[in-house]
């Protein structure tokens, strides 16, 4: 097991592979085993990084500091890893991680990969579609949503699995992962397109999370980038479709590579 003691927190943390450094971010309802599907084929190419967000699996650290700590944990981990510059896969909280990134090491980011997630690129538009899919929601967590529900019926032995990963994390305050308050009215999108990198945007077509209309929308807000949405798929399109997720993310991967200088 390796941990890194940085930023007042104690990150469990997993290499695998060699190559150009990839960077797996999780979302909410998961931890470093959601990539259990990715890490074998991409560790083929790339050394791959996949780590608990504090307050997730295995890492600790205290929780009453405020969202914005997702994103200095990470550029405290990467410093720790020796890692100048890699691409960053986010899946819906990882987006968080990514903001914090972008706003204080930008030059670390090689591409990105946003997945259920604007990374914090938003309009009015999106607040929109954002309560509208709350509504639609009802009272129940955001952890029923994850998946599709034709995967789940389907697939009842990965649902089961899917939710075991899940009660790993321990309990964390209420509204660590919410919504900003209404008030506020910033956006991410001018700081992402100043990366000037690649930015690849995927969505499952049942998102009740991050609807495809939602991470459209946030795509127009980026010059040149890409979209993809995963037919079937729910919330965790790479839980769910990982065979397809992982072909679009590696095809991606390797069109950056090749228009490199």
Same mark, same amino acid.
């Given at each position: =097991?390796?941990?890194?003691?940085?930023?007042?927190? #104690?990150? /469990?943390?997993?290499? +695998?592979?060699?190559?150009?450094?990839?960077?797996?971010?999780? &979302?909410?309802?998961?931890? #470093?085993?959601?990539?259990?599907?990715?890490?074998?084929?991409? $560790?083929?190419?790339?050394?791959? *990084?996949? +780590?608990?967000?504090?307050?997730?699996?295995?890492? *600790?650290?205290? =929780? &009453?500091?405020?969202?914005?700590?997702?994103? *200095?944990?990470?550029?405290?981990?990467?410093? /720790?890893?020796?890692?100048?510059?890699? #691409?960053?896969?986010?899946?819906?909280?990882?987006?968080? $991680?990514?903001?914090?990134?972008?706003?204080?090491?930008?030059?670390?980011?090689?591409?990105?990969?946003?997945?259920?997630?604007?990374?914090?690129?938003?309009?009015?538009?999106?607040?929109?579609?954002?309560?509208?899919?709350?509504?639609?929601?009802?009272?129940? &967590?955001?952890?029923?949503?994850?998946? $599709?529900?034709?995967?789940?019926?389907?697939?009842?032995?990965?649902? =089961?699995? /899917?939710?075991?990963?899940?009660?790993?994390?321990?309990?964390?305050?209420?509204?660590?992962?919410?919504?900003?308050?209404?008030? /506020?009215?910033?956006?991410?999108?001018?700081?992402?397109?100043?990366?000037?990198?690649?930015?690849?945007?995927?969505?499952?077509?049942?998102?009740?999370?991050?609807?495809?209309?939602?991470?459209?929308?946030?795509?127009?807000?980026?010059?040149? $980038?890409?979209? #993809?949405?995963?037919?079937?798929?729910?919330?965790?399109? +790479?839980?769910?479709?990982?065979?397809?997720?992982?072909?679009?993310?590696?095809?991606?991967?390797?069109?950056?590579?090749?228009?490199?200088?």
């Amino acid at each position: =097991m390796s941990f890194a003691d940085v930023n007042g927190a #104690h990150l /469990y943390f997993e290499q +695998y592979g060699q190559g150009p450094d990839v960077v797996l971010l999780h &979302g909410a309802g998961g931890n #470093h085993l959601s990539w259990w599907q990715q890490l074998p084929v991409f $560790a083929r190419e790339f050394r791959c *990084t996949v +780590y608990d967000a504090r307050g997730w699996g295995r890492s *600790t650290g205290e =929780m &009453g500091v405020g969202r914005f700590v997702l994103g *200095t944990d990470l550029v405290a981990l990467l410093g /720790y890893l020796g890692i100048e510059r890699a #691409h960053v896969v986010a899946q819906s909280m990882g987006g968080r $991680a990514v903001a914090g990134l972008t706003r204080l090491t930008p030059a670390r980011i090689a591409s990105l990969v946003l997945c259920g997630t604007t990374a914090g690129a938003t309009n009015d538009r999106i607040r929109q579609l954002q309560d509208q899919l709350k509504r639609e929601r009802g009272d129940g &967590g955001l952890r029923e949503f994850a998946l $599709a529900p034709a995967f789940e019926a389907g697939e009842p032995e990965l649902s =089961m699995l /899917y939710r075991q990963i899940n009660a790993l994390n321990p309990p964390r305050p209420r509204g660590f992962v919410g919504r900003p308050p209404a008030s /506020y009215r910033g956006s991410m999108h001018t700081a992402l397109s100043g990366l000037g990198v690649p930015v690849q945007f995927m969505v499952g077509e049942h998102d009740m999370i991050t609807s495809p209309e939602m991470i459209r929308e946030a795509q127009g807000l980026i010059s040149g $980038a890409r979209f #993809h949405e995963l037919k079937g798929a729910g919330h965790s399109a +790479y839980f769910e479709k990982p065979d397809e997720w992982n072909g679009v993310v590696l095809g991606f991967l390797h069109d950056v590579s090749q228009a490199a200088p």
